[in-house]
């Protein structure tokens, strides 16, 4: 079954860098786009970043664009969100997950996610 494993999360200070990453296992991970999301206390989960299949389009959200960068290793079945800057607002449990194309909704189950906290 479709599995994903996310870690790297921690508390950070404002400013402060962490990098994210989620092993997926169930599906052809080399022929899908995958993406992170973000859950916000009160709030709806929302797309940060998306990586097409090999690596060649992108898709970040205008909150983090310039200081997040997603990336993929296709060999490790690993998907990986660089954060810097990192800001309060940033706060949030991370959850990456695949779908078909940078913009359409994901397809498969949601992980634990990996918890982002920011202090001021």
């Known amino acids: 079954q479709v599995q994903f494993v996310e870690s790297g999360g921690g508390l950070v200070q404002a400013g402060g860098s962490l990098t994210l990453s989620c092993i997926a296992s169930g599906f052809r991970f080399d022929q899908n786009v995958m993406a992170w999301y973000r859950r916000a206390p009160g709030k709806e989960r929302e797309q940060v970043a998306g990586?097409?299949?090999?690596?060649?389009?992108?898709d970040y959200a205008d909150s983090v664009k310039g200081r997040f960068n997603i990336s993929r290793d296709n060999t490790k079945n690993t998907v990986y969100l660089q954060m810097t800057d990192l800001q309060p607002e940033d706060s949030a449990v991370y959850y990456c997950?695949?779908?078909?194309?940078?913009?359409?909704?994901?397809?498969?189950?949601w992980g634990q996610g990996t918890q982002v906290t920011v202090s001021s």
């Open positions: 997950n695949y779908q078909r194309s940078l913009v359409l909704k994901p397809l498969g189950p």
């Open positions: 990586i097409t299949s090999y690596g060649t389009y992108f």
